[in-house]
Each structure stands twice: as structure tokens, then as C-alpha cells.
Nanobody, 121 residues
Framework: QVQVVESGGGLVQPGGSLRLSCEAS????????MGWYRQAPEKARELVAR???????NYADSVKGRFTIYRDIAKKTVYLQMNSLKSEDTAVYYC???????????????WGQGTQVTVSS
């Protein structure tokens, strides 16, 4: 199996910064992409940022210029650097790892438990 664990959430003031970490472990054959999603109360889950195996990145329009996604391939870890945080960024942030657990298994998405980010004065 593949385990995904997020960390780094917390309470920050508007305009502040926070860095989220997501580490994948366990039975991993290969990773094709890693991404961050968030879900605010009574809202649908939405993509925040994603980085592919080739290093290509995608960002939600609402976070472009403020958030940066990057990875440490050797550590199987992806980070989300969040700057200039706004109240609207408040949500539970989930990490998704697109991976194969073995050579003969299909590509699947694996989710972490989520980490709370609260932006408030």
C-alpha cells in the first residue's frame, strides 16, 4: 500500500506564509504526479497545485503568484509554499499522490488525511 501524510498546517495571519509538506511512503513503484487540493467548509474540493513527474506545474487561478509547489524526488515529498495568505485560503488541504504500487498495477490516486490551514486575524 501507499501511505500519504501531510503536515505543516496551522493558524496564520492574513499576509503570512506557511509551508505544507506531503510525504509518500510504503509500497511505491513509481510516482507520476503529486498535488495539493483543498476543501473549505460546505465547499467542493478543488485543485490548488499539481506537479507532474516531468516537473510541469498547474495552479488554480486564485493562488497563482502566491503559492509554489515543488518536490524532493529522493524523499518522495512534495511541498506547497504559501505566501500572501488570505482568509479565502482557509481550508483543509489534502495531498494526492498519483502512483503505481507495483509494476503490474494501474495508476491510482492516494490521499492523505489532510491538514488544516486557517488564515485569520
Amino acid at each position: 500500500q501507499v501511505q500519504v501524510v501531510e503536515s505543516g498546517g496551522g493558524l496564520v495571519q492574513p499576509g503570512g506564509s506557511l509551508r505544507l509538506s506531503c510525504e509518500a511512503s510504503g509500497r511505491i513503484f513509481s510516482i507520476y504526479g503529486m498535488g495539493w487540493y483543498r476543501q473549505a467548509p460546505e465547499k467542493a474540493r478543488e485543485l490548488v497545485a499539481r506537479i507532474s513527474n516531468a516537473g510541469s506545474t498547474n495552479y488554480a487561478d486564485s493562488v497563482k503568484g502566491r503559492f509554489t509547489i515543488y518536490r524532493d524526488i529522493a524523499k518522495k515529498t512534495v511541498y506547497l509554499q504559501m505566501n500572501s495568505l488570505k482568509s479565502e485560503d482557509t481550508a483543509v488541504y489534502y495531498c494526492n499522490v498519483e502512483a503505481r504500487s507495483s509494476w503490474n498495477t494501474a495508476l491510482s490516486g492516494y490521499w492523505g488525511q489532510g491538514t488544516q490551514v486557517t488564515v485569520s486575524s
